[in-house]
């Protein structure tokens, strides 16, 4: 007679545990703080930065139109548009994003630092 081999049976997975951090499902969650002062929303970027900004998107999109427009292996295609492109993405555009850095770099550099562990010298 053949042999029946035993199939293995497969282990039971324990169910999931509650974690602490975790709200119970049906509990009300607990509000933030209500009476936190709320912070004025302040542009990242000035006017001079957007307008920079704006001029690098421009010289982009002329860069496109330019290779759009003029024939396949001309020199408008070949060189002057990558060059306006190159300009565009890694000079105009970077230039706008970090113009007036040093403005508000040294505006926060002007606060006094604290003495050593609040001891009068």
């Known amino acids: 007679m ?23 499902p049906g509990r009300a969650r ?9 912070r004025p929303f302040q ?8 307008r920079i900004i704006l001029i690098g998107i421009g ?14 292996m001309s020199d408008m295609a070949l060189t002057v548009s ?3 492109l190159l ?6 555009v970077p230039l706008g994003i970090m113009a007036g850095m040093r403005k508000k770099r040294s505006a926060t550099s002007d ?7 609040g001891a009068a010298l």
């Open 2 to 24: 053949a042999q029946q081999t035993a199939t293995p049976i497969r282990p039971v997975r324990p169910t999931p545990r509650q974690t602490p951090g975790r709200p119970l």
């Open 111 to 117: 606060i006094a630092a604290p003495t050593t562990n």
């Open 87 to 92: 300009l565009g993405y890694c000079v105009i």
């Open 59 to 72: 010289v982009i999109v002329l860069g496109y139109l330019v290779m759009y427009f003029s024939p396949t």
């Open 82 to 84: 990558p060059i306006l």
């Open 30 to 38: 607990a509000k933030k703080n209500e009476n936190a002062p709320v």
């Open 43 to 50: 542009m990242p970027f000035d006017a001079k930065n957007i």
